[in-house]
């Protein structure tokens, strides 16, 4: 079964692009891991501060593979500066059917 959750953090006032340039540079990064199925980053339309990135991976094994890339405690680190509280919100999600792979498109 998939692994999905979508993470969420709040730029502190000034950084939104700061933070928007970081996710955008680790989004490639994380694209290229050869169990990410999607890594798309959001920000809310009533505030462009809020980010929210929709992350899948192939299984759990792929998610902790995520967790060991050595890119990501650098990027981390630096995101940390520039977000409300100093990190992110993560929330799993679990599909509604049964079979735990959506629905095609």
Known sequence: M??????T??????????????IDGFAAVVRAEP?????EPFTRTADDHDFVVY???RDE??????LANP???A?????????VGGGSALDFLTPVDESGTG???
């Open 2 to 7: 998939t692994t999905t959750l979508i993470a």
């Open 75 to 83: 990027f981390n680190a630096e995101l940390a500066r520039h977000i």
């Open 9 to 22: 953090f709040t730029a502190l006032p000034g950084h939104r692009d700061d933070v928007a340039g970081l």
């Open 55 to 57: 992350e899948q991976y």
């Open 71 to 73: 890119a990501g405690p």
């Open 35 to 39: 169990g990410n199925l999607v890594f």
């Open 103 to 105: 629905s095609e498109p």
């Open 61 to 66: 094994s792929a998610f902790q593979a995520h």
